[in-house]
C-alpha cells in the first residue's frame, strides 16, 4: 500500500486516504473490531488476525539491562507497539532500573492462559502475572502470595510501555476527556530526595547530581480508568480498562530520550490475592492483511549481477502470479520492461516468501519493481553503482566518530575536541555498566586513579556512545589496513589536522583518508602500548550519568585534569575538581593483547612512507608486545562475549606479523596455528587462512583447498535457511557483521579458489544490507542507497537523525519469529547502533564487489 513497501502506519493513513474513510465508515456503524478471540499458538503466544500477545517469550538479559525487547509484548497490525508488560518498580523505568527475573514461565493451552513469575531479588519480592484471552482481547492480572513489600508499597504498578512514535500525532480519551499524546516530553515531573531511590544497576546512578542531590520521576500526563489510545487510527486503536485502582499514563521520555510511554495501576498494597487487573482490548481491522515487503538493493545493480527481490508476505497473503520490472524513461514514461514470474520460496519464520528473478535485464537505466498495485522506489542498473557507496562512511561517519578532535562539516560543528582529560587507571573490582569489569590487580604499571599519560591522541567513539574500546578498535585499524593494501584507495574528501586536532569534512587535503584513519587509530594504540604495554579493554566513564551522555562529545567530561585539592564543579589553572577523568580498563587476555599486535603490524605497513616513524614505532611495539606474549606462560581464556575471535586472535596477529616483516619465525608459527585452527572452527578461521596465501609456500593453497571444499559444501545448506541466502544471525544483537565477515571470506576465497567460490557470494551480502532483507527494504547503511536508514542509533539519536555512511546491526529476530528492524525508533541498540568495526568492514566489502564487478 504505501509506496515503498515499508508497512507505517503513518504512510499507510496519508496515502490511503479513500480506504480509512471507508474503514470509519464501518467504524461508525459498529462492525469495525473483530470479535474474534485470541487463540493461544504453537509458538506459546496469543494470535488473531492483525494481533498477537506475547507474554514473556522473551526475557530481559543481563546484559545492557532494559532492552525494551521483553515482557508482555503486543504485535499490531504487524508492528510491535508494545513491549515492557511487567510488575515494574518505577513510573516509566529506564534502561539501567531493576528488571524482574522470570522464575517460571507457565503455557497452560487448556486453560488458554499464560503464567509467568516474577522475582525481584533485593527486595524478596516475588509476583505472578497471568494473561487469558477476554472478549476480542485479553486480560492481564497480577497475584501476590504476599503483599508487596513496605519499602515497595506505592511503587510496585502493573506496567505496560507503548512505542512513542507510533502513538504520537495520535490522540486519546481517558474517561471521555480528550488529549494529544505529547510531541516531546513536557513534563510533568517531581523531584524526590535521594534516599528514596530505588537502587540502579550495581548501585550506579542514571542522575547528574552536579551538586544537586534529588532525582526526578515522571507524573501522569492522564489518570482515570478507561483510557482508549489512538481510537482515530484503526490500526493503532488500544483499549485499556483497569479493573480495579486507576489507571496512570506516563511519558518516559521525560527522563531518558529511549523512554516510551507508559500506561501504570499501583499495585492494591497490603493485600494477597489479585492485586491489579486490566482487560485490554487492541482492536483489529476485519481480514486484515500486512503489506508485502518488496525487498531489493537500494543502490541498484550492476549489469552483469543477478537481480533478485525477495517479496515477504503475510501468512494470509496469495501471492501473484508474477512481478514487474519497470524502466522509467527520460521522458518520464515507465514501461514494463520484463514480466518475472514469481516462485514460490516457502515459510521463514512468521512470512511467506516469494522470489522474482530480473537477472536478464542488464541494460543501464532507471527501473522499480511492481509487485500488484505495488511499486517499489527506483533504483539504477549501472556499471558504476558501487563507484561511491563506500564514500560517506569514510567521508562522514568516521570523521564523526573521531575522539579527540574537532569535527567541522560545512557550517555545522559534530562535536569539539573531546576527552583531553583522558584518562586514569581504573579501580580495583570494579563492574562497569558497558560490559567492562576489573579485577583484583591493574595489569598496568599504573596504581588505581593514577593518571595514564599520552591517552588523549587519536581513537574513535566505539558505537552510538563514547567509549574507546579496545578491541573494536583494534579490529577497525587492521580492516582499513586491509582495505588500503588490497585495493589503494587514494579517496580525499576530509582535512584531518592532527596538530590542531581538526577535522574538515568535505575538504580535501592532499592526503589520503584511509591511510589518515589509519594513523588516527595507530596513534592511540600506539599510545596505549608506550604507557601500558598492552591493549586496553577501553577507555570510558566512570559514572552512568556521563556515560549516557548525548550531545557535543566534548561536553562529555570537562576536558581538565582532576584536581583533588579542588572542590567539585570548580576549576582553576587548567585543573579541576570534578572527577570526570574517564577511566582505562586493563585487559589482561592474550585474545586482547595479539588484536593490538595484529593491529600495530598492520598499520606499520600502511604507515609506511606516509607516517615512517609511527610506521617503525608500531612494528617495534609489535614485535616487543608478541614475544612477551608468546613468553607467557599460560594465557588466560578471552573475555566472554568474543567467541571464536578468542582462539584466532594468535593466528590472525601472527599472519599480521608475517606479512609485515617475512620473518621466518612467524611463518614457521603461522603454519603450526592455522592447521589446527582450521579443524576446530573453519568457517572463522578461512578468512586469514586465505590471505596468507600470498606469504606462504605453494604447497600451502592446494592444502588449503580441501578445506575450503568442505566449507562450500556446508554453505550450499546454509543457504536454504531463508530466502535471502546469507547467514542471518539470531543473536540479541542482529547480524549484519555476519553477513559482511561473511561475504568479504568469500572474496578471499574467490581470489584463490574462484572455481570453488563464485563472486554472487560476495555481492548478495552487499544486496542485503541494501535493502533485500526482511522487515522492510531500507538500505542498512545510511545515506547509501535511494532509502536508507534515516533514523539510527548514533550519538545524534537524541535529535531522531543519522550519520551518513554508518551501518546499523539491522534485522533482529525476537523470539519466537518476529524479525525487527524498526524504522521510525532509534532507540533500540541491538536493531540500530553504528559501530566503527562493522563500518570499516562494509568499506571493504564494497570495494572487493566493485573490483569483481569491474575486472
Ligand atoms: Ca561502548
Ligand atoms: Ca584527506
Ligand atoms: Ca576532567
Known amino acids: 500500500m504505501t509506496r515503498h513497501g515499508v508497512g507505517r502506519a503513518t504512510a499507510w493513513i496519508t496515502r490511503a486516504l479513500p480506504a480509512l474513510t471507508l474503514v470509519f465508515g464501518l467504524l461508525a456503524a459498529g462492525a469495525f473490531a473483530q470479535d474474534t478471540p485470541l487463540a493461544l499458538n504453537d509458538k506459546q503466544y496469543f494470535e488473531k488476525r492483525g494481533l498477537d500477545v506475547l507474554v514473556f517469550t522473551n526475557e530481559y538479559n543481563g546484559m545492557f539491562f532494559d532492552e525494551k525487547t521483553a515482557g508482555i509484548e503486543l504485535i499490531h497490525h504487524g508492528v510491535r507497539t508494545v513491549t515492557g508488560g511487567a510488575v515494574r518498580l518505577s513510573p516509566t523505568p529506564e534502561q539501567w532500573d531493576q528488571i524482574p527475573k522470570v522464575v517460571n514461565r507457565k503455557v497452560d493451552p487448556k486453560s488458554s492462559t499464560i503464567?509467568?513469575?516474577?522475582?525481584?531479588?533485593?527486595?524478596?519480592?516475588?509476583?505472578?502475572?497471568?494473561?487469558t484471552p477476554d472478549g476480542a482481547g485479553f486480560k492481564i492480572a497480577v497475584f501476590l502470595d504476599r503483599p508487596v513489600p513496605a519499602d515497595l508499597e506505592g511503587r510496585a504498578g502493573l506496567n505496560l510501555e507503548f512505542l512513542p512514535s507510533r502513538y504520537w500525532e495520535h490522540t486519546y480519551l481517558m474517561d471521555?476527556?480528550?488529549?494529544?499524546?505529547?510531541?516531546?516530553?513536557?513534563?510533568?515531573?517531581?523531584s524526590l530526595p535521594p534516599e528514596k531511590k530505588l537502587r540502579q544497576f550495581e548501585g550506579h546512578s542514571t542522575f547528574d547530581l552536579h551538586g544537586h542531590k534529588d532525582y526526578i520521576e515522571a507524573l501522569p500526563v492522564a489518570a482515570g480508568k478507561t483510557l482508549a489510545m489512538a481510537p482515530e487510527d484503526p490500526e493503532r486503536y488500544v483499549t485499556i480498562r483497569c479493573l480495579s485502582g486507576e489507571l496512570q499514563l506516563l511519558d518516559g521520555r521525560n527522563l531518558a530520550q529511549n523512554g516510551w510511554y507508559v500506561v501504570r495501576t499501583l499495585l492494591a498494597t497490603k493485600s494477597i490475592g489479585k492485586v491489579a487487573e486490566w482487560s485490554v482490548e487492541p482492536h483489529t481491522i476485519s481480514n486484515w492483511t500486512r503489506t508485502p515487503v518488496i525487498g531489493f538493493s537500494q543502490v541498484g545493480y550492476h549489469p552483469s549481477q543477478p537481480k533478485r527481490a525477495v517479496m515477504e508476505l503475510d501468512a494470509s497473503d496469495k501471492p501473484l502470479p508474477t512481478a514487474s520490472l519497470i524502466e522509467i524513461r527520460p521522458d518520464g514514461q515507465q514501461i514494463e520492461k520484463m514480466k518475472a514470474k514469481v516462485q514460490p520460496w516457502g515459510k521463514y519464520l512468521r512470512y511467506n516468501y516469494v522470489v522474482a528473478d530480473f537477472s536478464s535485464v542488464e541494460e543501464p537505466g532507471l527501473y522499480l519493481i511492481q509487485y500488484g498495485t505495488q511499486k517499489t522506489g527506483s533504483f539504477p542498473i549501472a556499471a558504476d553503482v558501487y563507484d561511491r557507496v563506500w564514500h560517506p562512511t569514510l567521508d562522514v561517519f568516521f570523521p564523526v566518530q573521531m575522539d579527540h578532535m574537532f569535527v567541522n562539516e560545512g557550517y555545522r560543528v559534530w562535536h569539539g575536541a573531546a576527552h583531553l582529560d583522558d584518562a586514569v587507571q581504573a579501580p580495583l573490582n570494579e563492574q562497569h555498566f558497558d560490559g567492562y569489569r576489573t579485577g583484583a590487580t591493574t595489569n598496568s604499571p599504573y596504581k588505581p586513579g593514577e593518571r595514564i599519560p599520552g591517552l588523549a591522541v587519536g581513537g574513535w567513539f566505539d558505537a552510538g556512545d563514547f567509549d574507546i574500546q579496545g578491541g573494536s578498535h583494534a579490529m577497525t585499524v587492521s580492516s582499513f589496513v586491509s582495505t588500503w593494501e588490497a585495493f589503494r584507495p587514494r579517496h580525499d574528501q576530509t582535512l584531518i589536522d592532527q596538530g590542531l586536532r581538526f577535522v574538515d569534512i568535505h575538504r580535501p587535503d592532499g592526503k589520503p583518508d584511509v591511510l589518515q584513519q589509519i594513523e588516527h587509530g595507530a596513534l592511540q594504540i600506539a599510545a596505549q602500548y608506550r604507557s601500558i604495554g598492552r591493549l586496553v579493554r577501553g577507555i570510558v566513564d566512570a559514572e552512568l550519568h556521563r556515560y549516557h551522555h548525548l550531545g557535543d562529545a566534548s561536553t562529555q567530561t570537562d576536558n581538565l585534569t582532576y584536581d583533588p585539592s579542588l572542590k567539585p564543579y570548580v576549576s582553576e589553572g587548567g585543573r579541576s575538581g570534578t572527577p570526570d577523568d574517564r577511566w582505562v580498563y586493563t585487559d589482561p587476555s592474550s585474545f586482547s593483547n595479539y588484536s593490538g599486535i595484529g593491529a600495530l603490524a598492520a598499520a606499520s605497513r600502511a604507515l609506511r612512507?606516509?607516517?615512517?616513524?609511527?610506521a617503525t614505532e608500531c612494528l617495534a611495539l609489535a614485535k616487543k608486545a608478541y614475544a612477551e606474549e608468546r613468553a607467557r606462560p599460560a594465557p588466560p581464556a578471552p573475555p566472554a562475549g568474543f567467541g571464536a575471535f578468542g582462539q584466532i586472535a594468535e593466528l590472525a596477529a601472527t599472519m599480521q606479523m608475517m606479512t609485515a616483516t617475512k620473518e621466518l619465525p612467524y611463518i614457521d608459527r603461522f603454519d603450526e596455528l592455522v592447521w589446527p585452527a582450521l579443524d576446530r572452527n573453519a568457517a572463522v578461521t578461512l578468512q586469514i587462512a586465505a590471505r596468507a596465501i600470498p606469504v606462504m609456500?605453494?604447497?600451502?593453497?592446494a592444502k588449503l583447498r580441501t578445506y575450503v571444499e568442505k566449507y562450500k559444501a556446508e554453505l550450499d545448506g546454509m543457504l536454504k535457511q531463508n530466502p535471502y541466502g546469507v547467514p542471518i544471525g539470531t543473536r540479541g544483537w542482529a547480524g549484519n557483521s555476519q553477513v559482511i565477515g561473511w561475504a568479504t571470506t568469500n572474496y578471499y576465497l574467490h581470489q584463490a579458489y574462484p572455481d570453488l567460490v563464485g563472486t554472487d557470494l560476495v555481492t548478495r551480502g552487499l544486496d542485503y544490507l541494501f535493502g533485500t532483507?526482511?522487515?522492510?527494504?531500507?538500505?542498512?547503511?545510511?545515506?547509501v542507497g535511494n532509502r536508507s536508514k534515516h533514523l539510527a542509533y548514533g550519538n545524534n539519536r537524541a535529535d531522531f537523525a543519522f550519520i551518513a555512511g554508518g551501518v546499523v546491526p539491522g534485522v533482529l529476530i525476537l523470539k519466537p519469529d518476529y524479525p525487527e528492524n524498526m524504522d521510525d525508533w532509534p532507540f533500540l541498540w541491538g536493531e540500530n547502533e553504528y559501530t566503527i568495526g562493522i563500518g570499516a568492514d562494509y568499506m571493504f566489502l564494497a570495494n572487493a564487489a566493485q573490483e569483481l564487478l569491474t575486472k
Open 115 to 131: 503464567e509467568v513469575t516474577l522475582r525481584y531479588e533485593a527486595f524478596d519480592f516475588d509476583s505472578r502475572v497471568e494473561v
Open 176 to 190: 471521555g476527556r480528550p488529549g494529544i499524546f505529547p510531541r516531546y516530553p513536557a513534563g510533568p515531573t517531581t
Open 609 to 614: 612512507g606516509f607516517n615512517d616513524r609511527l
Open 697 to 701: 609456500d605453494p604447497g600451502y593453497a
Open 773 to 783: 532483507h526482511p522487515a522492510h527494504n531500507y538500505s542498512f547503511v545510511s545515506a
